[in-house]
């Protein structure tokens, strides 16, 4: 498992250690949007949970790296659906995935 953070970086971390998990988990420091190209191998699943109004720039970057089966997952898809149009209209009109919106929560971390 991957995650790249920029601002966020040692809070993960440690977080990573109290789950448990850091033998499995490497983290990256820096810009994702530079730091994806560099990334080698396919990918099973991507989870997005940055600026919104570069989702679409992130996609296009790892969509070489998914493979049929691959999941996409994007944080805020409801509360900041203004944010992302550009990503969520490609996503739904591209032909390339089947999208769906799931409800999680009120978008304020808090959950129901």
């Known amino acids: 498992m991957i995650t790249i953070e920029i601002d966020e970086a040692e809070i993960a ?6 789950a448990g998990i850091k033998p499995k988990v490497e983290v990256l420091v ?48 409801g509360s900041f659906a203004d944010l992302m149009k550009d990503y969520l209209d490609y996503v739904r009109k591209s032909g390339k995935y089947d999208s769906r919106f799931i409800p999680v929560g009120d978008g304020d971390g808090g959950g129901r």
């Open 30 to 77: 820096g810009d994702a949007l530079k730091l994806i190209g560099e990334l080698e191998g396919e990918f099973d699943m991507v989870f997005l949970d940055a600026n919104k109004r570069e989702y679409l720039e992130y996609l296009k970057l790892v969509e070489d790296k998914l493979h049929k089966g691959s999941v996409v997952v994007v944080d805020n898809a």
């Open 13 to 18: 971390k440690k977080n990573i250690e109290m």
